[in-house]
């Protein structure tokens, strides 16, 4: 899209390997695209050295760093005692990505959640906000956060109810849609994005994954981020503009920017 908005992706996997043969290339077109800022949550311990490397030679990458829940069979006790160090020492905006996600049957939900409040704990203890993933579980996500007395970060992909959506922006979260909102099929997130108050809202892609619809089977790009933001757009009843104007100081303001 010509003439976009000045727009952020609050969540994007730049660092990983599929895009290791066009990352500048990929890069460019999003920053043509009016995309001034990214945010690269970690997945893996062994891959936060990497991802902080590429943000520290870009100025628009900010590094988020923690344990994915889907992973958890590859992280140890020693990831998370490098965690608490590396996020004292090195300044990343946000602990991330990390969750619970109770759709994959075959991930221990007792141990994702040990692994989940350990780095609650770990995001308290270093001021920082937290970027969640939650699958058929924001009501645990919900109560561990309460329990733990976080102040902010983001929900990503949120697919949840209004009332839940409401519990997360009253806790001073805020929620992220990204590609499934551009989808025809996809009218009940529609109307929940319409539903929820725009100070509550983020813009995200999750590329590589969760592609928008025009790109549907192929790679997601931080250059599509302009069609979530059409999308969303449409779903507020509202100028493309006004909503990458809150969009954006909503990213600014929860993880500092």
Known sequence: ??????????????????FDTDRD????????????TQIIPAIEACGWQQMLDLCAEHDDLYPALGLHPVFLQQHTQADLEKLAKIASTTE?????????????????RDTQRQLFEAQLVIAKNARLPVIIHARKSHDEVIKLLRKHNIPGGSIHAFSGSLQQG????????????????????????RQLAHDLPAEA?????????????SHCGERNSPQYLPQVLAALAAAKDEPIETVARYTTHNARAIFHL
């Open 166 to 189: 409401m519990h997360y922006y009253e806790m001073g979260f805020k929620l992220g849609f990204g590609g499934m909102l551009t989808f025809e099929r996809s009218r009940k997130l």
């Open 25 to 36: 290339e990929v890069l460019r077109n999003a920053r043509l695209a009016g995309v001034i």
């Open 1 to 18: 899209m010509k003439n976009t908005p000045e727009i952020i992706d609050t969540h994007c996997h730049l660092d990983i390997a599929a």
């Open 201 to 213: 809202l983020l813009l995200e892609t999750d590329a590589p994954d969760m592609t928008v619809a």
């Open 92 to 108: 990343p905006v946000a602990i991330g990505e990390i969750g619970l996600d109770f759709a994959i049957k075959s991930l221990d």
